[in-house]
C-alpha cells in the first residue's frame, strides 16, 4: 500500500458493511493486500468459489468471502466480496487530506469564493466569480477559469483545466491533467472553401457523484450545455464532443470518443476504444463492445459489437466465419483451377496453391 492504513477490529469492519463475521471477530487488521501477497494482519477476499484455491496458501489475516467458500480463518461473509473489499479498503487506507485553506503559492481572485473548510494548493488558478463548496479540493497546479463552480467534497487533481462557466456538482472526482469545458471542434467553409471556427459559447455541467477520469477531454457546447448525469463513470482518455448529453450512472471507458450531440441514456456503458458518429442516441442500458464503430442508434438494452456496428450474436458469427475464410478461399480456388476458370480469365492456372491467402 501506498498510504498508511487505519487499524479496526474484523468485527468493527463487518459492522461497518452490515455484513456477519466468522471466526474472531476481534482481530485488528491493519492493512489491505491481494490475496497472494497479504500477511497476517491484513484483510483480503475471494471474489468467488473459482479463487477459493489460493486461499489455502494466503498468508492474509482475514478474509472476505462468498457463499460456497468455507474460510479457513476469521472471514467476513459477503454476497458480494468484490464490492464489499472496496468498501473496506475505503474504511482502512483513507485519501490523504490537506489541510483547509489556500496555500499562499496559489492565485485566487479577489472575488472567488472559496469556502473555509475547502484546500486550494500551490500553484493553482481560481479565476473571478468561482465558487469553490464545502470540504472541496483544488489540488497542485490545476486551473479553474472566470465563473467555474464546485459543489462540495469535490476533488479537482493536478493539472485540471476548467474552462469558464463550467459547473461541477457535490462529490465530482476530476483526475489529473483533464480538461472540462475546452472549446468544441466546430468549424464552417468560408467562401474560399477554408475553415472558420464557429465560436463556442455553451457550458459543461456536471451532476453529482461522477467521476471523469486523467487526460479526458470533455468539450462546452456550441450553444446550451453539454451535461454528464449523475453518477456517470469516465475513464482515462476519453472524449466527449461538445452538446452531448450523458445520462446518469453511464460507464465510459478508455479511449472511447464521442461526437457531437451523441445521447447516452441511462446505465449505458461504452468499452475501451468505442466510437460514435454525431447525433446518435445509446439507449438506456445498451452495450457498446471494445472498439465498436456507431454509426446509427442503439436500442435501449442492445448490445452492439464491430465496424461496422452489428448485434452481438451476429458479430460473433461474423467473427467466427472469418477465422474459416483462408481455407474457404484455397478450396475455392481448388474448384476454379479444376473447372478452368481462372485460366479463362487470363489468371494463373498454378494459383491457389497451399498457403496462398
Given at each position: 500500500m501506498t498510504r498508511a492504513a487505519r487499524p479496526m477490529r474484523l468485527g468493527e469492519i463487518a459492522e461497518r458493511l452490515g455484513r456477519g463475521v466468522a471466526g474472531d471477530a476481534a482481530l485488528t487488521i491493519g492493512g489491505?493486500?491481494?490475496?497472494?501477497?497479504?500477511?497476517?494482519?491484513?484483510?483480503?477476499?475471494?471474489?468467488?468459489?473459482?479463487?477459493?484455491?489460493?486461499l489455502a496458501a494466503s498468508r492474509a489475516g482475514a478474509v472476505i468471502v462468498p457463499a460456497g467458500v468455507e474460510p479457513d480463518r476469521p472471514a467476513i461473509l459477503s454476497p458480494n466480496p468484490g464490492l464489499d473489499f472496496a468498501r473496506a479498503v475505503a474504511l482502512l487506507v483513507p485519501p490523504?487530506?490537506?489541510?483547509?485553506?489556500?496555500?499562499?503559492?496559489?492565485?485566487?481572485?479577489?472575488?472567488?469564493?472559496?469556502?473555509?473548510?475547502?484546500?486550494?494548493?500551490?500553484?493553482?488558478?481560481v479565476g473571478p466569480g468561482c465558487r469553490v463548496g464545502a470540504r472541496s479540493l483544488v489540488l497542485?497546479?490545476?486551473?479553474?477559469?472566470?465563473?467555474?463552480?464546485?459543489?462540495?467534497?469535490?476533488?479537482?487533481?493536478?493539472?485540471?483545466?476548467?474552462?469558464?462557466?463550467?459547473r461541477l456538482g457535490d462529490r465530482v472526482v476530476v483526475q489529473p491533467n483533464a480538461v472540462v469545458g475546452g472549446d468544441g471542434f466546430g468549424f464552417a467553409f468560408d467562401?474560399?472553401?477554408?475553415?472558420?471556427?464557429?465560436?463556442?459559447?455553451?457550458r459543461v455541467v456536471v451532476e453529482d457523484d461522477v467521476e471523469i477520469g486523467a487526460c479526458t477531454t470533455i468539450d462546452r457546447a456550441?450553444?446550451?450545455?453539454?451535461?454528464?448525469?449523475?453518477?456517470?463513470?469516465?475513464?482515462?482518455?476519453?472524449?466527449?464532443?461538445?452538446?452531448?448529453?450523458?445520462?446518469e450512472a453511464v460507464v465510459i471507458v478508455a479511449q472511447a470518443g464521442l461526437a457531437g450531440s451523441t445521447?447516452?441514456?441511462?446505465?449505458?456503458?461504452?468499452?475501451?476504444?468505442a466510437a460514435s458518429a454525431g447525433h446518435l442516441r445509446i439507449g438506456e442500458r445498451a452495450f457498446v463492445g471494445a472498439a465498436a464503430s456507431l454509426h446509427?442508434?442503439?436500442?435501449?438494452?442492445?448490445?452492439?459489437?464491430?465496424?461496422?456496428?452489428?448485434?452481438?450474436?451476429?458479430?460473433?458469427?461474423v467473427v467466427a466465419a472469418m477465422t474459416r475464410l483462408p481455407d474457404m478461399l484455397r478450396r475455392l480456388r481448388a474448384v476454379e483451377k479444376k473447372l478452368?476458370?481462372?485460366?479463362?480469365?487470363?489468371?494463373?492456372?498454378?494459383?491457389?496453391?497451399?498457403?496462398e491467402v
Amino acid at each position: 500500500m501506498t498510504r498508511a492504513a487505519r487499524p479496526m477490529r474484523l468485527g468493527e469492519i463487518a459492522e461497518r458493511l452490515g455484513r456477519g463475521v466468522a471466526g474472531d471477530a476481534a482481530l485488528t487488521i491493519g492493512g489491505v493486500a491481494a490475496l497472494d501477497g497479504a500477511g497476517p494482519d491484513e484483510l483480503s477476499f475471494v471474489r468467488s468459489p473459482r479463487w477459493a484455491k489460493g486461499l489455502a496458501a494466503s498468508r492474509a489475516g482475514a478474509v472476505i468471502v462468498p457463499a460456497g467458500v468455507e474460510p479457513d480463518r476469521p472471514a467476513i461473509l459477503s454476497p458480494n466480496p468484490g464490492l464489499d473489499f472496496a468498501r473496506a479498503v475505503a474504511l482502512l487506507v483513507p485519501p490523504l487530506r490537506p489541510p483547509a485553506g489556500v496555500d499562499p503559492r496559489a492565485c485566487v481572485a479577489a472575488d472567488a469564493e472559496i469556502d473555509a473548510s475547502a484546500s486550494v494548493g500551490a500553484g493553482a488558478v481560481v479565476g473571478p466569480g468561482c465558487r469553490v463548496g464545502a470540504r472541496s479540493l483544488v489540488l497542485a497546479n490545476a486551473t479553474l477559469y472566470p465563473d467555474v463552480t464546485l459543489g462540495a467534497d469535490c476533488t479537482i487533481h493536478a493539472g485540471v483545466v476548467l474552462r469558464e462557466g463550467t459547473r461541477l456538482g457535490d462529490r465530482v472526482v476530476v483526475q489529473p491533467n483533464a480538461v472540462v469545458g475546452g472549446d468544441g471542434f466546430g468549424f464552417a467553409f468560408d467562401e474560399r472553401g477554408e475553415p472558420e471556427k464557429i465560436p463556442q459559447v455553451g457550458r459543461v455541467v456536471v451532476e453529482d457523484d461522477v467521476e471523469i477520469g486523467a487526460c479526458t477531454t470533455i468539450d462546452r457546447a456550441a450553444l446550451g450545455e453539454t451535461r454528464i448525469g449523475r453518477g456517470t463513470k469516465i475513464d482515462n482518455g476519453v472524449q466527449i464532443a461538445h452538446n452531448c448529453d450523458v445520462g446518469e450512472a453511464v460507464v465510459i471507458v478508455a479511449q472511447a470518443g464521442l461526437a457531437g450531440s451523441t445521447v447516452v441514456e441511462r446505465g449505458a456503458m461504452l468499452m475501451a476504444r468505442a466510437a460514435s458518429a454525431g447525433h446518435l442516441r445509446i439507449g438506456e442500458r445498451a452495450f457498446v463492445g471494445a472498439a465498436a464503430s456507431l454509426h446509427r442508434d442503439v436500442k435501449p438494452g442492445g448490445r452492439v459489437w464491430g465496424t461496422p456496428q452489428m448485434e452481438e450474436r451476429l458479430f460473433h458469427r461474423v467473427v467466427a466465419a472469418m477465422t474459416r475464410l483462408p481455407d474457404m478461399l484455397r478450396r475455392l480456388r481448388a474448384v476454379e483451377k479444376k473447372l478452368g476458370l481462372r485460366a479463362a480469365r487470363g489468371e494463373r492456372a498454378d494459383a491457389g496453391e497451399e498457403g496462398e491467402v
